[in-house]
């Protein structure tokens, strides 16, 4: 996958982590929380399902994101937890881990 390509997939992903921020402060936090698959995949609208704590471990890391099984793009990421209703994958080389975690809402800036 060229650069210009994994990078776009880096963006996508950044952009469904910040609509994922919204969802979530307008859920119920007692159940399961409705998000927007996090993929990089530019037509995919599907939502997944996660608990408040599950959702909060991925949000963790800057370099994490949720998404639906079989959503994942190993030319730009790896699989590091499979979950029944979802699994995490993580960005794991530059630029594009550098795009995550610049862009993440609640990283630390100093």
Do not use: W
């Not at 929380?33 to 963790?60: A, H, M, N, P, W």
């Not at 209703?85 to 100093?110: G, L, Q, S």
């Amino acid at each position: 996958m060229e650069r210009e390509s994994r990078q776009r997939v880096a963006i996508n992903e950044v952009t469904f982590r910040k609509v994922n921020e919204v969802m979530e402060e307008g859920q119920d936090p007692s159940g399961l929380l409705k998000f927007v698959c996090e993929c990089g995949r530019l037509d995919c609208s599907q939502l997944i399902q996660l608990t408040l704590v599950e959702y909060e471990d991925v949000r963790e890391s800057s370099r994490r994101f949720a998404i639906l099984d079989g959503h994942e793009i190993l030319e730009t990421e790896e699989i590091v937890e499979r979950h029944d209703r979802y699994v995490v994958v993580e960005k794991d080389c530059d630029p594009e881990a550098e795009i995550v975690e610049h862009t993440d809402p609640r990283r630390a800036f100093d």
